[in-house]
């Protein structure tokens, strides 16, 4: 059972175009999590939202926990040959759940120059 | 600083054998925690390690175990390989290990399994 379900699975748009990922699930998470994964690496920590209707911008990324904290959103304003990548969200549940997260699928972000 | 390293970087190995990966934590943290990530999918979790004892295991057979040293550095074991278990096995570090962590990976072993 996928408890966080990414859309979509893969976008290719062309350099200065804005876009907007999605990470929904029917379970409530304590904290959730966005990373960005280039290939050969490990994943990288963009973001972590905690309260319920929470928004964090970082640069030309914006992130939004949802009300009832079950989905989230990142949307890229002017995307970037640099932001190519996949991207990943990932939710903690419990408050001792600390490390152990739970990932979507991922969306695969292609940017065209 | 260096960042969490893991080894060997790639591997092959057949089925029925046996495999060690290697991971050292970010100095100064002390939580380790095993991530499968088969090629398509987000990781899934394995193990978490905080202070040298198991604080949370996945849903992964018996045939995946692990351990956290003295120095925090861990290793991962999985006796019998499947083909399934071809994946990237990614290590992440942490402070503690509980509440809001930022967790830090590693590149991962990439294990091929024939």
């Known amino acids: 059972t996928q408890l966080l379900e990414q859309s979509p699975q893969f976008l290719s748009i062309q350099e200065g175009e804005n876009l907007t990922v999605y990470c929904n699930s029917s379970?409530?998470?304590?904290?959730l999590q966005w990373y960005r994964q280039e290939p050969g690496e490990g994943p990288v920590l963009l973001v972590t939202?905690?309260?319920?209707?929470e928004v964090k911008k970082l640069k030309r990324l914006t992130f939004q926990f949802g009300d009832a904290r079950k989905d989230s959103s990142l949307h890229i304003t002017a995307a970037q040959p640099g932001d190519t990548g996949l991207y990943l969200c990932?939710?903690?549940?419990?408050?001792?759940?600390?490390?152990?997260?739970?990932f979507g699928e991922g969306t695969q972000l292609t940017v065209n120059p | 600083d260096a960042g969490v390293t893991q080894s060997p970087t790639h591997l092959i190995k057949t089925r029925g054998q046996h495999v060690t990966l290697r991971c050292s934590p970010i100095?100064?943290?002390?939580?380790v925690s095993w991530y499968q990530q088969v090629l398509g999918q987000g990781p899934q979790f394995i193990f978490q390690y905080y202070e040298k004892e198991e604080r949370g295991r996945g849903n992964f057979p018996d045939r995946f175990s692990a351990r956290q040293f003295p120095n925090y550095s861990s290793e991962l074991n999985v006796n019998a390989l499947l083909l399934g278990d071809s994946a990237l096995y990614l290590c992440?570090?942490?402070?503690?290990?509980?509440?809001?962590?930022?967790?830090?990976f590693g590149n991962g072993t990439r294990l091929t399994v024939t």
């Open positions: 379970s409530v998470f304590s904290s």
């Open positions: 939202v905690v309260t319920g209707g």
């Open positions: 990932a939710g903690a549940r419990g408050e001792t759940s600390g490390s152990r997260l739970t």
């Open positions: 100095s100064g943290h002390k939580s």
């Open positions: 992440a570090s942490s402070l503690g290990q509980g509440g809001i962590m930022s967790l830090h």
